[in-house]
């Protein structure tokens, strides 16, 4: 699923202009987008939970050359899946088999 389909979607469902939804999906993400450069958890009840997690600098090594490398510190985005979504991924109509992705 991409972007331009959460954005069909949402108009779809909502029976709004496709701009309208496209404005809607991007206001939320870049709410989600600048709590998480502030440094803040966002909990989307039943879905998850993003964070930032933070990397430290350390010495990597060039896989093709073998020389070593200093890597940066940096900040990355985290999702944990919410308990409701997991459930709902690993249960085919109640019959507690996870079911198989497709083909």
Known sequence: MTK?????????KLG????????????????IIGALKQGERVNIS???TFAVSMREARTGRNP???ESIEISASRSAKFKPGKQLKDSLNDVGGAGQPSTPPT
């Open 4 to 12: 331009a389909d959460l954005i069909e979607g949402l108009s779809n």
């Open 46 to 48: 039943g879905f998850g």
């Open 64 to 66: 093709k050359t073998g």
């Open 16 to 31: 709004m202009n496709k701009g309208e939804a496209e404005k809607a999906v991007n206001i939320m993400l870049d709410d």
